[in-house]
């Protein structure tokens, strides 16, 4: 077993750096490093975000409630509570939740996301 955390904080989203995007979404920075992302996410019904790609992160969607969907250029693929999808970088994507309730779900990005994405839409 691991000896205790670096600097002995644990982190939720009481606690980490909030955001929000599109119309009404939420998230939170649970880890906020150059090398690794860790997000909490929070997307109301309905919701999509804009069509994009990274040129280095790679990304692992991971859904914790509801069930959303990765669309991709020619495909769309539905994810449920305990399911997950990595994205390779270069690849053209984006969350939607077509559901009738929000769904909640992490984002793992090797290195960081932010400041490496191209909006394609």
Do not use: C
């Amino acid at each position: 077993m691991n000896g205790p955390a670096k600097n002995g904080k644990t982190v939720s989203i009481v606690n980490a750096e909030h955001y929000e995007w599109g119309d009404n979404a939420d998230g939170w920075h649970l880890l906020k490093r150059d090398d690794l992302s860790i997000l909490q996410e929070r997307v109301p019904a309905g919701q999509t975000e804009v069509m994009h790609y990274h040129n280095v992160s790679r990304q692992f969607f991971y859904i914790l409630d509801g069930e959303g969907q990765i669309r991709l250029e020619n495909e769309l693929i539905t994810l449920l509570k305990g399911e997950g999808l990595e994205i390779d970088p270069l690849v053209k994507h984006r969350f939607e939740n077509n559901s009738s309730r929000e769904v909640v779900f992490l984002v793992i990005s090797i290195p960081k996301s932010h400041g490496d994405r191209v909006n394609v839409e």
